[in-house]
């Protein structure tokens, strides 16, 4: 695994006051190994987003689980590019 590209979009629900993401983690993005994975609609803020990505990872045996919880220390030990980014103010829709 040589990258982790994880990308977001993020909808403020106003009248609950909760934040929500969706996106996609890619691993070894414009290579012939590229994988992409769906993260659905779900609860979250912040640098959540990261987190469920590297569990994205986790689930389809990519990373060990001991990671889990420290994503940019895992990239800078393994000499992996760990890119993120979050699109926020989206529309509801939009993450659908």
Not at 37 to 45: A, I, K, S, V
Not at 69 to 91: D, H, M, T
Request: proline share 4%; aromatic share 14%.
């Amino acid at each position: 695994m040589k990258t982790i590209d994880i990308n977001c979009k993020e909808w403020f629900d106003k009248v609950n006051g909760n934040s929500y993401f969706s996106g996609t983690v890619t691993v070894d993005f414009g290579t012939p190994e590229e994988k992409s994975f769906t993260m659905p609609f779900q609860y979250g803020y912040g640098d959540q987003y990261i987190h469920e990505g590297f569990d994205t990872l986790l689930k389809n045996g990519l990373i060990p689980k001991e990671w889990l919880n420290c994503p940019s220390r895992y990239a800078r030990e393994n000499g992996v590019i760990l890119r993120n980014f979050i699109q926020r103010n989206c529309k509801k829709r939009e993450l659908m």
